[in-house]
């Protein structure tokens, strides 16, 4: 066993280190709706499985979630009351969440003062977007809450090396204290889904024939005005339809005034759906739809691409560092490129199938192996005293140069061994690059 020893709060050597772990994430409302507390969940069991010789011990206020008791059901996995914390009962804090915001979720770094400690930090979304004026006490609170991450000595951990750069410019914190851990894709993302239920999720939603896919929750980052406007354009030559995953209302707000008569029209909403049913559209769709402004890591895209489904999307923020090749890339303001994309996807079907197979590809690539493993690592680092920086995983993530292709631009695929496929897609008769759109007269 991989032992070693540790000072714990009372100044005696232990070679098992604790490590409690703030789980109140998993039990909060949004953070099960937008599927952080599943994530969390996968990320931290196979962070506890592979932590033989450690103990954990997961604060809540209670225990109800199947999240939370899914991970006490491990060996080394303990629950404790968030009351019965007290300082120097754990060698070190791992907090999943330190930007969650929920009503009565306390700042994590008020809770516990004292603890050295690992955080976990998604985006800046709020800081970046507003939605106005009633945002401006929750962009407050966002800031205060960044400032205590500045203040503290935690090391962050984020998921790219995008939301890394960004947490370092907003709120000067030195990059020697943020790691990219990298990412991960929880299994309950890629369910079974038999024709059955294929059938059941078009006659349900009014499907009637090809179309293209959105997904993640609304937000003026999410750009939902540019994708409107190249469905538009494709809509002017072919009979195709639009489906949002989500609620209308909420990205009628987000939409132009000029764009509200084909959101009533052309494009379909879905409301609250299961994992089964978004699986199920994923792997229907033409395509996903992606041209966010924003984001600390795509995972509702990573998603979409283990369901094998094709994907248009941005360039911006962290999807480059995603996709490598294995998505039709655009600037966020380039309607006609995006347009003609969706175009060369509807005429060519060939098209289609071979960014199925990149998508399947790139998405093996992700597992929570090793983002836990280079969590643990950082762990032992810091319980030995060592805080300097450590160079990040070897798995290549750097966004290559990027090509055009008749007014697409897309990165060549670079893996460094050879890629791995669920399905075994065969060889690329486009050569490892994302696929030529055709040039339209």
Known sequence: ???????????????????????????????????????????????????????????????????????????????????????????????????????????????????????????????????????????????????????SNARLLTASRFARSELSDAVDIPLGRIEVISAGLCAEAIPVVTDSVAREVRARFGIRGQFFLHVGEAGPH????????????????????????????????????????????????????????????????????????????????????ANGCPIVASEAAATPELAEGAALMFDPDNVWGVSRGLLGLLDRPEVGRELRALSLERADWFSWREPAARTIEIWKAMLSGDQAHEPESERSTTVPAMENWGGVSCAPTISPTAPRSRQNPGSSSLGGSCAPTPVLG
Request: glycine residues 6%.
């Open 222 to 305: 999410r750009n939902i005005q540019r994708v409107l406007e190249a469905f538009r354009t494709v809509r002017e030559t072919h009979e195709v339809q639009l489906i949002i995953v989500g609620d209308r209302d909420s990205w009628f707000v987000e939409a132009g005034t000029d764009l509200r008569e084909l959101l009533a029209r052309d494009v379909l909403f879905t409301g609250d759906i299961n994992r089964q049913e978004v699986a199920s559209l994923c792997r229907q769709a033409s395509s996903v739809i992606d041209l966010s402004r924003y984001g600390g890591f795509p995972f509702h895209l990573l998603e979409a691409m």
């Open 1 to 151: 066993m991989d032992t070693f020893q540790t000072v714990n709060g009372q100044g005696k050597m232990d070679r098992n280190p604790k490590v409690g772990v703030d789980a109140r994430c998993l039990g909060d409302p949004r953070a099960r709706r937008t599927g952080l507390a599943d994530r969390t969940a996968s990320f931290l069991r196979e962070v506890m499985t592979q932590a033989k010789d450690f103990r954990f011990v997961c604060f809540s206020e209670k225990r109800s979630s199947e999240a939370l008791d899914s991970l006490l059901t491990l060996p080394n996995v303990k629950y404790h009351p968030l009351d019965a914390y007290e300082a120097g009962s754990v060698d070190l804090l791992h907090i999943p969440d330190g930007l969650l915001l929920s009503p009565g979720f306390d700042s994590p770094f008020r809770l516990y003062r004292e603890a050295m400690a690992t955080v976990q930090v998604h985006d800046l979304i709020p800081l970046r977007f507003s939605r106005g004026g009633d945002r401006s006490d929750e962009q407050e609170a966002y800031r205060i809450r960044l400032e205590q991450h500045r203040t």
